[in-house]
């Protein structure tokens, strides 16, 4: 495994800044948004597609310090009936065209998240039982049927472009935030679907990632390096749903930290260890969103601990 970054954590610099920071940091692999609601401060998808000489250009700064793009990232909600909706699917769609001029055989995207019917507009994530009140198992079965007919025409898409691997991430609030709905949507859609295994998001949730591993193996695509930490004392009066803004770190229940913040470095080894026995050997992305320390402090602490528990 190596270990690349989520280049969002840099988003004041400009791309050749960028490179530069992340390169004085020994890292020479980048995942940069592309499309959906990321910052995109480092592709601009619309003008390398409709200008040959930029994406040139574009390319050759990676070349000349020796970095490669390990994916490129369009997550969001392409399932919100909605313009904004739209223009996340319209963004995606560019992304895998964008991939395939790139030769980026990789894209990290989520599974987005339908209304609760055809006249509804507002996106909604069934946590509970489908038993109870009666309109959730119909609501809960429409959703998946509009989840798995966007991902069936997308993936064709990305096929034509040249994308090989599709990594969905296992996000809280979206239809697929585990393991289990993971085999589900790769089990309707195709084996180019596979899982950006984001260990942080199962923590906060109560499932133990490295089980996950086990479960996942053979269709792990990708891995954010990302910890989270459920706060002792916090959680025990109110448990682990949490909704009040990330910002207001020192009040949630849980919060994203950098890497061994949450975890100790032991559990980080037999996490690496675990999924590289699953047959995953690609690149570790650092995901930086620790808002209980400087940006500073946060990438190095997690590319220290990264670096002393990766399985190379």
């Given amino acids: 495994m190596q270990l690349a970054i989520c280049t969002d954590v840099f988003a004041d610099l400009s791309f050749t800044d960028m490179l530069d920071k992340v390169k004085s940091l020994g890292i020479d692999a980048v995942e940069m948004t592309a499309g959906g609601w990321g910052a995109r401060k480092h592709v601009d ?13 574009f390319q050759g700064e ?9 994916a490129l990232n369009t997550s969001c909600n392409p399932l919100w009936p909605s313009a904004t909706g739209e223009e996340y699917k319209k963004s995606m769609y560019d992304c895998a065209v964008l991939a395939g001029k790139l030769g980026v055989k990789k894209l990290v995207a989520m599974a987005g998240l339908p209304a609760g019917n055809e006249t509804d507009t507002t996106p909604n994530w069934i946590t509970s039982t489908v038993s109870w009140p009666d309109f959730m198992a119909p ?12 991902w069936k025409e997308f993936a064709a898409h990305c096929k034509a472009c040249g994308v090989e691997q599709i990594a969905i991430e296992e996000f809280p609030g979206t239809m697929v935030w585990s393991a289990g709905t993971m085999l589900k949507l790769r089990d309707a859609v195709g084996p180019m679907i596979g899982i950006n295994l984001d260990p942080s998001h199962m923590m906060v949730l109560g499932a133990d990632p490295i089980a996950a591993a086990r479960a996942l193996r053979g269709c792990i695509f990708h891995v954010h390096g990302k910890d989270a930490r459920i706060e002792r004392g916090l959680s025990d009066v109110d448990g682990i749903l949490e909704p009040r803004p990330v910002t207001e770190s020192a009040d949630r229940v849980w919060n994203y930290v950098a890497v061994g913040c949450g975890k100790d470095l032991q559990w980080w080894k037999e996490f690496f260890s675990v999924v ?4 995953y050997d690609g690149d570790v992305s650092l995901e930086m969103e620790d808002l209980t320390m400087t940006t500073e402090a946060g990438v190095n602490t997690s590319i220290d601990a ?7």
């Fill in 276 to 279: 590289h026995m699953m047959g």
């Fill in 139 to 150: 609501a809960y079965e429409y959703q998946w049927k509009v989840t798995v007919a966007f």
């Fill in 62 to 70: 990676l070349a000349k310090r020796g970095m490669r793009i390990s």
């Fill in 306 to 312: 990264l670096r002393q528990t990766i399985s190379q």
């Fill in 45 to 57: 998808t619309a003008a390398l597609l409709a200008d040959p000489a930029k994406l040139e250009a």
